[in-house]
């Protein structure tokens, strides 16, 4: 094992790509100068201004730009900085590199990554800090993937990377930092659609992703020292999801509590929810609850902020209410 | 391994790139001749010129203060070393016009008459601040006074800026407004599609550049082949003009004619003010990357001072004229600092019934 941050794991993950496949660069804004958080540290002197190409402020044309380069044979990503920028470039990524495959029969596969890093961050206010990824797994024709540690930071952006279809890569900004852990060498490539489980217990079903699970795992202990013992999926992707994991699951403790750090009315938690109700049927089904943010912009205000932030203790809370009912 | 890039491509586009950057250095040389003005400016008004940008500096210099004893969180960009843009723009403009701002904000909203009181009040995150908390530093608007907001978002304003030119244009109002916008903004489709659409409807309407020649850490010869910004007008039929934007008085010149040319029905303008920031992108960036010479070049011609010498020359200002304006800027900042710690945050109770709104 190595200690690594998650930009650490991200960095090794493309530069090992960039080593292995001559066709795979980088575009985005300030990216040869190593980018915002470090995340394309070296690169430069390593794979020369060619293959990692810093642009102007130039949101759409950056996007565009590497679906054009895409379907001409080479494997982009393209670095949107901080996940709110992406709105700048909606026509590219909703219009054109969600549709090209399908749209155009078959005949071409845009295999560009965008990176997408979201959520709340030091009090960075409503324009900087917003997390709707589930925007995203309404849209058909992406692959949406958001990681929560190190290891699938890696092991998920070189599956990504190898894709030959788009991939909206969710880098978690709030857990960027931290320190963290992965496997030495050579980084092998984690499936798509596959959960992985961080914690077993058959009192109820906890699914999360993305900046939270540090905080469903603290509150995985604190549930554990009353007696409620959690089954914990980190689904790591949201397009495609491991249903097949969630259900086994929820079969087995019969109930669901979805938490995830973005907007709770429309958020993602509540597509799980209706398709468990919906594959093991009501009466399989004695709790199938979210718990996400309010429907409100980000506050600057860091007191305000922490009043929608979905935090350990309300974790805790609504786990128990569900463990109980 | 095979590169798939043509290294002939490579070296045109960075033998470009050092091009670019020479040619920049090279205009903000030319841009050192200092402009002779006619008419000797009325005392009134460089006395302004100087209160406003000294009220900037102080603000920016002991809020980065605030920010490094950690009572401000957040983004924070100062406007060091930009007074004279906002300075000698806003002075121009009068009550019912609009401007609409930057991430780079607080200086517009100084120099535009905003309460410092409620300006520190939003940083220190108070119910009596602008936003009451919810924007912080990159937020800070107050739409009543027709200060249409700064804005997390590069090139966000100007659209914006068009849309209250034409609002006014549709009401009959001779109202101008200027929007701020920054070198970086300019390569956003925004730029070009705002200053199209205020050339068709011929709005009153002012779109300031302030090439700072830096995005974050990007030179802007690595992001335009053409550095004088200004050149971008006349091919969509825009007047177009450079001026010293750490010369508040001729900023302010230019933003005057150019207001009165709008209300006349010769609008749109579009302005590029040249200037440097005098520390990096924001608080916390060093800057490491912005060249000592030119850095100093510009400190040499700071806009603060330039302001300040204009008051004492050409103004007649005494040193006691200049040191009661100095002490009561300060004052009104600690006097801010004051009121935003004795006021309270927006209650749980409150921000709960706020959210309900919609
Ligand atoms: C659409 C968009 N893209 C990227 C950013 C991130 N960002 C914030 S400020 C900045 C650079 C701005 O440079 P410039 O526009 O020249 O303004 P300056 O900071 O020099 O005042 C960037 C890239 C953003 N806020 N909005
Ligand atoms: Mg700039």
Redesign the interface.
């Known amino acids: 094992m190595i200690d690594v941050t998650l930009v650490d794991a991200g960095r090794l993950a493309v530069q090992q790509e960039m080593r292995r496949d001559?066709?795979v660069w980088v575009l985005g804004?300030?990216v040869a100068?190593g980018g915002l958080w470090g995340q394309y540290r070296g690169f430069l002197e390593e794979f020369?201004?060619?293959?990692i190409v810093?642009?102007?402020?130039?949101?759409?044309?950056i996007m565009g730009a590497g679906l054009g380069a895409a379907l001409v044979g080479?494997r982009p990503i393209i670095e949107m900085r901080i996940f709110?920028?992406v709105?700048?470039a909606m026509d590219e990524l909703v219009n054109q590199i969600a549709k090209i495959r399908y749209m155009f029969g078959g005949q071409a596969r845009p295999a560009v990554v965008v990176r997408m890093p979201h959520g709340m961050w030091?009090?960075?206010?409503?324009?900087?800090s917003q997390m709707l990824e589930s925007w995203f797994v309404h849209l058909p024709g992406v692959i949406v993937v958001a990681p929560s540690c190190a290891a699938d930071e890696a092991g998920l952006m070189v599956s990504a990377i190898r894709s030959d279809d788009p991939v909206l890569f969710f880098d978690p900004k709030d857990l960027w930092l931290a320190a963290d852990r992965m496997p030495a060498g050579e980084i092998q490539p984690i499936p798509f659609g596959k959960a992985r489980r961080l914690h077993e217990g058959g009192d109820l079903t906890i699914v999360t992703w993305s900046a939270i699970v540090p905080k469903v795992m603290e509150a995985v202990t604190l549930l554990a020292a009353q007696g409620v013992h959690a089954d914990v999926l980190d689904l790591r992707t949201l397009w495609p999801w491991d249903e097949a994991a969630v259900l086994a699951s929820v079969k087995k403790t019969k109930r669901l509590l979805v938490v995830h750090e973005a907007v709770e009315v429309g958020g993602f938690g509540g597509e799980i929810v209706a398709r468990v109700i919906d594959q093991l049927g009501t009466a399989h089904v004695k709790v199938a609850r979210r718990l996400g943010a309010?429907r409100?912009p980000i506050?600057?205000?860091?007191?305000?902020e922490n009043?929608i932030r979905v935090t350990t203790e309300k974790i805790v809370a609504a786990a128990m209410k569900a463990a109980r009912e | 391994?095979?590169?798939?890039?043509s290294t002939n491509?490579?070296l045109a586009?960075?033998k470009q790139m050092a091009k670019n950057r020479a040619k920049a250095g090279d205009l903000w040389i030319i841009m050192a001749k200092p402009r002779a003005s006619e008419n000797t400016p009325p005392r009134e008004l460089l006395e302004k010129l100087f209160r406003t940008a000294y009220a900037i500096r102080v603000f920016e210099t002991e809020g980065i203060k605030l920010y490094r004893q950690g009572l401000i969180?957040?983004?924070f960009h100062p406007y060091l070393g930009q007074e004279g843009i906002a300075t000698g723009v806003c002075a121009a403009l009068r009550k019912g016009d609009f401007i609409a701002s930057t991430h780079r904000g607080h200086g517009h909203c100084i120099a535009w008459g905003a309460d410092i009181k409620r300006m520190v009040a939003e940083l220190l995150?108070k119910e009596t601040g602008y936003?009451r908390?919810?924007?912080?530093?990159?937020?800070i608007a107050d739409i009543t006074t027709g200060n249409l907001g700064a804005?997390?978002?590069?090139?966000a304003g100007t659209p914006l800026g068009v849309g209250a030119a034409l609002a006014a244009q549709v009401r009959g109002s001779d109202a101008v407004t200027v929007t701020f916008t920054t070198d970086?903004?300019t390569?956003?489709?925004t730029f070009l599609e705002s200053l199209n659409l205020a050339a068709i409807w011929n709005l009153n309407f002012i779109l300031v550049i302030e090439n700072n020649q830096y995005?974050?850490?990007?030179p802007i010869g690595?992001?335009?082949r053409e550095t004088d910004l200004f050149k971008r007008g006349a091919a969509i039929g825009v007047e177009s003009h450079l001026v010293d934007g750490n010369d508040p008085l001729a900023v302010y010149n230019l933003t005057e004619e150019s207001a009165r040319k709008c209300r006349a029905g010769q609008g749109p303008i579009l302005i590029e003010a040249r200037t440097f920031r005098h520390m990096g992108h924001h608080v916390n960036d060093p800057g490491k990357?912005m060249p000592e010479d030119k850095l100093a070049y510009y400190k040499q011609r700071d806009p603060v001072d330039r302001a300040r010498n204009n008051f004492v020359d050409l103004g007649h200002a005494s040193a006691a004229d200049v040191s009661t304006i100095e002490r009561s800027v300060e004052k009104e900042f600690a006097d801010a600092v004051e009121f935003s710690k004795g006021s309270r945050?927006?209650s749980?109770d409150e921000?709960?019934a706020f959210?309900a709104v919609y």
Do not use: W
């Open positions: 001559p066709r804004e300030d100068r020369g201004a060619e293959r810093s642009t102007p402020i130039s949101e759409s044309t080479t709110d920028f709105m700048c030091r009090n960075s206010a409503a324009q900087h309010p409100l506050p600057f205000s860091p007191p305000l009043q | 391994m095979k590169k798939i890039f491509f490579c586009f960075k969180r957040g983004y995150q936003c908390g919810y924007g912080g530093s990159m937020h804005n997390g978002i590069v090139g970086g903004a390569n956003n489709g995005a974050v850490s990007t690595e992001s335009t990357y945050e927006v749980v921000f709960r959210a």
